[in-house]
């Protein structure tokens, strides 16, 4: 399998890209137009500084080269851009020559990043919600004009896990770098497709491209189906045509669009209505500097403190929320952080780069929880305190809840009641089978109602087997 991914981006600009339209999702249909979005007769496009400097923005932090570039027009006769033709970039794109690392460590190439006007959107009224049946289609024009960046990625995938590594990563460099919302439920992400297949060591396949895929998971649904489609034609005797397809959520099945165009199809010319874009060197090392630390180095850097893997779930998972700050901020407070890696990936999944609970006072219950004033379970449960509460004293809460360490007797004791109680799951257990345990801790639990030490449970027990 071979697959190569087009990334469309809307970009956080206030306004349109050649005009000063408001650019805003949401709005009611066609109330932000204007003379250049409706491409009426002597309405000249003026470029939108921000969107290029965003655009830029995108490219360093994909590792491109930000060069000289030009604007053409690309012949397009859909309804939704009434002026037949879209503004993009085609010779000399803007971004040229990056890559982008996945959590894993692969490597996949972006052949180009450059700058485009979005078009406006079509909706056609009927049951099937496409062309075909319809009883009318509606134009809404607000979309036409919003800046877009498309991102271009080199067919260096090889599996549809590794596509959805890769938007998920594209997505989080966008965030970080603040260049679009990314919302791929809104469209402001949209994701094509290039897959195709061949027996091994072959030459490459024909192609086939899945349009405007709207979230993560389908983008590795649809490229798994297209695949095995272009298998089972093969295998039949049959040629694969090179076509634009579509992907259905509902059938879980990608469905023919049009025979796919080639470059040569668009005609592209030279924008006359827009000089050339050179920018200065000093304007792009400004904009570099502007850019934080990505992903990739964030992950990197919790890893080796917790000494992890990068590609470790729960480093990607924290770092993904943007909250690994909040976590290396609790370690500065003292706090242990191999338990604020665990409490803040399963307990913080509402709460956003800044949680509620205070640095400090997470600090201060994992340091009860590694000094055995709390077990686990009575840590979560302080914890779930500290979330509805804001924070506050852990120790403080531990008392209200009656949570003091059982000394090691009255455990000693519990454990001969549990054996007492279940001989059959302590013969077991003493014969090897390590799943009888559970039944033990677990009666020793109950019994003390979640107050004792699983950790010395444990070693209490293992130490009567002898």
Not at 200 to 225: D, F, H, M, Q, W
Not at 416 to 435: L, R, T
């Amino acid at each position: 399998m071979v697959v190569g991914l087009e990334v469309h981006v809307e970009l956080a600009t206030r306004t349109k890209l050649f005009s000063g339209s408001p650019n805003r999702f949401g709005d009611d249909p066609n109330t932000n137009i204007d003379p250049v979005t409706l491409g009426l007769p002597g309405a000249l496009p003026v470029l939108n500084r921000q969107a290029v400097e965003l655009a830029m923005k995108i490219g360093l932090a994909l590792n491109c080269t930000v060069q000289p570039c030009t604007f053409a027009r690309k012949n397009y006769f859909y309804p939704d851009m009434p002026k037949a033709y879209q503004i993009s970039q085609y010779e000399d794109p803007l971004n040229v020559d990056g890559w982008l690392d996945l959590p894993d460590g692969t490597r996949i190439g972006i052949e180009r990043a450059h700058m485009e006007e979005d078009a406006g959107k079509t909706v056609h009224a009927g049951e099937s919600g496409r062309v075909h049946g319809a009883e009318h289609s509606l134009i809404d024009l607000n979309r036409a004009g919003v800046p877009l960046v498309e991102i271009v990625s080199r067919p260096d995938m090889r599996s549809p896990e590794q596509a959805r590594q890769y938007v998920a990563e594209l997505r989080s460099i966008l965030l970080a770098v603040e260049a679009s919302d990314a919302k791929m439920e809104e469209g402001s992400m949209r994701v094509d497709a290039n897959v195709s297949v061949r027996r091994p060591g072959g030459e490459l396949g024909t192609r086939c491209e899945i349009k405007n895929v709207n979230s993560i998971r389908s983008v590795g649904r649809a490229i798994e189906y297209e695949a095995k489609r272009q298998i089972v034609l093969i295998e039949g005797g049959e040629a694969v045509r090179q076509q634009t397809r579509h992907w259905d959520e509902g059938d879980g099945k990608t469905h023919t669009l049009r025979d796919k165009e080639d470059a040569d199809d668009y005609r592209y010319f030279l924008e006359p209505d827009l000089v050339p874009l050179a920018p200065e060197r000093s304007w792009v090392e400004h904009v570099r500097a502007s850019i934080p630390v990505l992903p990739s180095a964030r992950r990197v850097a919790l890893a080796e403190a917790a000494g992890a893997a990068p590609d470790d779930e729960a480093i990607v998972t924290i770092v993904d929320r943007g909250q690994d700050a909040y976590v290396l901020a609790v370690v500065e407070a003292g706090g242990d952080l191999g338990r604020a890696i665990v409490h803040v990936q399963q307990a913080f999944a509402e709460q956003g780069a800044d949680p509620a609970v205070p640095a400090g006072d997470l600090a201060a219950l994992t340091t009860m929880e590694t000094g055995g004033q709390l077990t686990a379970t009575q840590a979560k449960t302080v914890l779930a305190d500290l979330v509805e509460r804001g924070g506050g004293d852990p120790a403080a809460i531990a008392a209200e809840r009656g949570f003091e360490a059982m000394d090691t007797s009255e455990l000693e004791s519990m454990v001969d009641d549990a054996i007492a109680a279940q001989p059959d799951a302590w013969e077991k257990f003493c014969a090897g089978e390590g799943k009888a345990m559970g039944a033990l801790v677990g009666h020793i639990m109950k019994a003390s109602r979640g107050q004792a030490d699983g950790k010395l449970v444990s070693q209490i027990l293992n130490s009567r087997k002898g």
